[in-house]
């Protein structure tokens, strides 16, 4: 998401970042969020999207690494991640393809729920902090755990090895450099209650803010 535009939408709608590293619980925040009534725009959904096949996403991905094309025509993201997680030039390298194509679409559903009549939205990434796309942002919080903790969570939810899981987590800006950029820091080591008790917390401040304007 490098390269980001001076404005994100030409409607008035407070957009917020919503981040945290692999495992640390950004979802179970962003679920919350939601069922609070609050959009929240999932660029992981996004960022799956532009690569769909016959997009130019897909092509470009396709040339640089032919060998992450599954049986059914589509990317395998599993196979594709497990290559530019382990080397920097190529992660570099897909955020360039990715990135512009993500970020316009991003733009396009916030400008969507702002003439849908929403004063705020989130933006669900995990790498906001990473391509300073939170810079041109209302504000930013940031789900974060111990590293044993997302260790944990990636293991379970994707069944890998430890090892895999922790390349994965590396792989992301340390989560102390998203908390030192965040506007409001959500602990996620406790039980969902206490998540739940701290996302309203913060989701009180921020609608405090929205209503001042």
Not at 187 to 194: E, H, I, P, T
Not at 196 to 209: E, N, R, S, T, W
């Amino acid at each position: 998401m490098r390269g980001v535009p001076a404005r994100i939408t030409t409607v008035t709608i407070k957009l917020i970042g919503l981040s945290g590293g692999i495992g640390s619980g950004k979802s179970t925040v962003a679920d919350l969020l939601r069922q609070r009534g609050i959009p929240v725009i999932d660029a992981d959904a996004i960022a799956r999207q532009v690569v769909e096949p016959g997009l130019p996403a897909y092509r470009d991905i396709v040339l640089a690494w032919p060998s992450v094309v599954a049986v059914d025509g589509t990317i395998d993201r599993k196979t594709l991640a497990a290559i530019v997680f382990s080397d920097p030039a190529s992660q570099a390298h897909l955020e360039a393809i990715t990135h512009p194509r993500i970020r316009d679409e991003i733009a396009v559903q916030a400008e969507a729920l702002g003439r849908a009549g929403h004063a705020l939205a989130f933006l669900e990434a995990a790498l906001i902090v990473e391509s300073g796309y939170y810079k041109q942002l209302d504000g930013l919080v940031v789900v974060a755990a111990s590293e044993a903790k997302q260790i944990e969570r990636v293991m379970a939810r994707d069944r890998s090895t430890r090892e895999a899981a922790l390349a994965r987590i590396r792989a992301q800006g340390p989560l102390e450099e998203k908390v030192r950029a965040a506007t409001y820091v959500i602990d996620n080591n406790g039980d969902l209650a206490s998540t739940q008790a701290q996302a309203d917390a913060v989701l009180a401040k921020i609608l405090g803010g929205v209503a001042a304007r």
